[in-house]
């Protein structure tokens, strides 16, 4: 009797602990019910997405969250033929997209410029241009299409586009792919006219004067990650020219080389420090650029704080001029600084708030000498010299010297007889990268 009771209490303990891890049992013992729970969850719930769509699996209970949301379609707005074969096809989409462009059997990303955005076209033939954009947090967007023609007779407008949105001159690509290196006696000259230019610099001031460079990198150095498929293919030494002039330059005594490229690449993800569709930096870049020289020749510049940064849509730029779309049709949004404090030098003052140089500076094309006088400043007497990346760097400077002379625009060579009247502390001279060649003749 005692042996059929002690079997009948073993079959209950088993047929207990069965129940207790049998699937869909329902009977689960209280002590083992957490760790059974949580290895259930573990083994059980699972996230997969599909076309857009998160779904959650528990068990075999799927919970499925929202869609992710469509990226609106991108408009195109135009085409502008830049010569045979070569056109740029622009428009405007969601902010800060990247892009899936295809043209003909050619497919390429690129990235827009904020809201707007202007891709490059390469064609044998007539193509069909698709455009698809995609938004941060979003999927991709239908595509926008339009037929760019091909035209063998057309007008090389010397422009082209990189995958940034960005319209450059083609110009200064033999700066970009290294191909426009300085021989041995272009060198040669180079140094001895800043040799030249320190001596006859100090004969005419009866002291001694600073000779001082200020060399401005062309966008695509500090932007290289924007060029196209053919600019990486065709660069052999990019900004080779630059490496040897400022090299040259450091090994001639009583010269002072500011090489502005560390600077700028540095704060390049710190606003637009480059237009996208004009040659030239932005407002916002020249204050990086005047940061720097001051830091090097042991100066305080201004604090950013010390300017309103306000960005605006403009369509007055010299790349709209180039290319042939004229005002009206490609824009960008671009940085303007605006002093928050009286300015000392006049050259704030009546100031637009566009990339036509030129509007801010017709009294420095008609080839009279400008002055500026600030009682009290830190920095004695300068006279500067400068291409049109010049200008954006002007106000920032005057600022700080006593006598600020500036010769007229792209004159390269020192004025002595004005070196002997103003008598500078310091000649400065600023050059963009691509005019880094009239060195080899300027004295």
């Not at 469509?70 to 902010?95: F, L, Q």
């Not at 005057?398 to 310091?426: C, G, I, M, N």
Request: hydrophobic share 40%; proline share 4%.
């Amino acid at each position: 009797m005692k042996r059929i009771t002690v079997i009948a209490a073993l079959a209950a303990a088993l047929i207990l602990t069965a129940c207790t891890h049998a699937p869909g049992s329902g009977f689960v013992r209280p002590d083992t019910a957490a760790s059974a729970a949580t290895d259930s969850a573990s083994s059980h719930i699972t996230e997969k997405e599909t076309d857009g769509e998160r779904t959650t699996v528990t068990g075999t209970d799927p919970v499925t969250e929202a869609p992710l949301p469509v990226t609106e379609k991108p408009e195109i707005k135009g085409v502008a033929v830049i010569g045979p074969g070569d056109a740029i096809v622009y428009g405007e989409c969601e902010e800060d997209c990247r892009l899936s462009v295809t043209a003909g059997d050619d497919t390429f990303d690129a990235v827009s410029d904020g809201v707007y955005f202007a891709v490059p076209v390469k064609h044998e033939r007539s193509v069909t241009v698709s455009v698809r954009a995609t938004a941060a947090g979003k999927t991709t967007s239908e595509a926008a299409e339009t037929l760019v023609k091909y035209d063998k007779r057309a007008e090389d407008k010397g422009v082209t586009v990189t995958l940034g949105s960005r319209v450059i001159e083609t110009r200064v690509l033999p700066d970009l792919y290294g191909t426009n290196k300085l021989d041995k006696t272009e060198l040669r000259a180079l140094r001895r006219n800043a040799e030249k230019r320190v001596a006859k610099a100090a004969e005419a001031a009866g002291k001694k004067v600073d000779v001082i460079y200020i060399i401005v990198p062309d966008p695509m150095t500090v932007y290289p990650g924007e060029m196209t498929r053919e600019m990486e293919e065709n660069t052999v030494e990019r900004s080779a020219r630059m490496t040897q002039v400022v090299n040259a330059l450091k090994e001639v005594e009583g010269v002072t080389v500011v090489d502005l490229t560390a600077a700028m690449t540095e704060n390049r993800d710190k606003g637009k420090l480059y237009y996208k569709l004009d040659s030239h930096w932005t407002w916002l870049g020249a204050y990086y650029g005047y940061a720097e020289f001051m830091r090097v020749i042991g100066a305080e510049a201004r604090q950013l704080s010390d300017f309103e940064v306000r960005y605006k849509d403009i369509d007055d730029t010299d790349m709209n001029v180039y290319s042939g779309v004229g005002t009206g049709k490609m824009f960008e949004r671009a940085p303007f600084l605006t002093p928050l404090f009286e300015p000392w030098a006049p050259y704030w003052k009546g100031r637009e708030q566009t990339a036509r140089i030129w509007s801010f500076a017709n009294e420095f094309f008609n080839g009279k000498v400008s002055r500026s006088e600030v009682s009290g400043a830190e920095l004695g007497s300068a006279l500067f010299l400068f291409d049109s990346y010049g200008f954006n760097m002007i106000p920032y400077l005057a600022e700080h010297y006593s006598s600020f002379v500036t010769q007229p625009v792209w004159r390269y060579s020192v004025d002595y007889s004005l070196v002997s009247e103003v008598k500078p502390d310091q000649i400065i001279e600023l050059l963009a990268e691509r005019d880094l060649g009239e060195l080899v003749s300027a004295s």
